[in-house]
Nanobody, 122 residues
Framework: HVQLVESGGGSVQAGGSLRLSCVAT????????TGWFRQPPGKQREAVAA???????RYSDSVKGRSTFSQDNAKKTLTLQMNSLKAEDTGMYYC?????????????????WGRGTQVTVS
């Protein structure tokens, strides 16, 4: 049984940076097929970045060039570094794992979810 716990969210001014972390607990953890999603206020959950079966990282167009997704397998930690933040980056950010289709940008593909960490950019 795997659990994911996010941290690192907060309130920042536009142009600032945040580093989100997601720690996995449990005896069964896979470092592939993970992803970051976000849910802006009043909108549906959308993909930010996802790792495919070969370890390649896909980024959504909205964050490409401004965000970096990394994983520390030994620490079972996923990290999302976000720079040059914009107001439209505001939302609840979730890490997710065990996607049925690795690298998917479809939230329904992911089995395990954290509770989220709030990011507010003003």
């Amino acid at each position: 049984h795997v659990q994911l716990v996010e941290s690192g969210g907060g309130s920042v001014q536009a142009g600032g940076s945040l580093r989100l972390s997601c720690v996995a607990t449990g005896s069964v953890y896979s470092n592939v097929c993970t992803g970051w999603f976000r849910q802006p206020p009043g909108k549906q959950r959308e993909a930010v970045a996802a790792v495919d079966i070969n370890g390649r990282i896909r980024y959504s167009d909205s964050v490409k060039g401004r965000s970096t997704f990394s994983q520390d397998n030994a620490k079972k930690t996923l990290t999302l570094q976000m720079n040059s933040l914009k107001a439209e980056d505001t939302g609840m950010y979730y890490c997710a794992g065990q996607a049925g289709y690795c690298g998917s940008f479809q939230a329904k593909e992911y089995v395990v979810w954290g509770r989220g960490t709030q990011v507010t950019v003003s």
